[in-house]
């Protein structure tokens, strides 16, 4: 099955600066890769997702970057602000099967 | 668009008791649905998928006799935690998919937290 490897597990950042998690995975049928956003206690929500026909997305501050052969994909956050401390993860999924995966998450820490 | 109601949002019972969580897809019908276990600091880890009108299926090494998932309607689907022990708490989420066929994004309910004392 697939598996999904997402780092670093924590991440700090001042405020204004940007932000990069990674992930990689292991299925190379896989071909969407959703990142969510998950604040203390609460649902995951979709932030951006990216599908293997793109090698990149952007969302006004937020952008994704997928590299299908070396299996790995990018989180970027520009501009960070507080607001974006919480937990991000990142998730594959191979289409037909719809399961995601998810990787282990990044707790992000924007400082004042 | 594509809300995901679950509920309810918090239970705290016995051990031995069986809990029944409930998953709604309110503005849109939902062929599947998943059921995801999330313990404190840990990523989510998929239980099974739900599938109208029929059975769900289970991932490897999750009970499907413990954890019962009905799936009647396009717009409902419950999970049964049954006799439930302490090492089931945890925070259950479900999510579904607005459209069907490949690569949709899943959007997930606000979630379930269960505390078995």
């Known amino acids: 099955g697939e598996n999904v490897e997402q780092h670093p597990s924590t991440l700090s950042v001042q405020e204004g600066d940007s932000a990069v998690i990674k992930c990689t995975y292991s299925?190379?049928?896989?071909?969407?890769f959703p990142w969510y956003k998950q604040e203390l206690g609460k649902r995951p929500q979709l932030i951006i997702d990216?599908?293997?026909?793109?090698g990149e997305k952007k969302d006004q501050r937020i952008a994704v970057t997928l590299n299908k052969t070396a299996k790995h994909f990018s989180l970027h956050i520009t501009e960070t602000q507080p607001e974006d401390s919480a937990v991000y993860f990142c998730a594959a999924s191979e289409g037909s099967a719809r399961q995601l995966t998810f990787g282990s998450g990044t707790q992000l820490t924007v400082l004042p | 668009g594509a809300v995901v109601s679950q509920h309810p949002s918090w239970v705290i019972c016995k051990s031995g008791t069986s809990v029944k969580i409930e998953c709604r897809s309110l503005?849109?019908?939902?062929?599947?649905m998943f059921w995801y276990r999330q313990f404190p600091k840990q990523s989510l880890m998929l239980m099974a998928t739900?599938?109208?009108?029929?059975?769900?299926?289970?991932e490897q090494g999750v009970e499907k006799d413990k954890f019962l998932i009905n799936h009647a309607s396009l717009t409902l689907s419950t999970l049964t935690v049954t006799s439930a022990h302490p090492e089931d708490s945890s925070f259950y989420i479900c999510s579904a998919s607005l459209a069907a066929g490949p690569n949709q994004p899943q959007h997930f309910g606000d979630g379930t937290r269960l505390s078995i004392l």
């Open positions: 299925d190379s049928a896989s071909n969407y």
């Open positions: 739900s599938n109208e009108g029929s059975k769900a299926t289970y």
């Open positions: 990216i599908r293997s026909n793109v």
């Open positions: 503005d849109f019908q939902a062929t599947t």
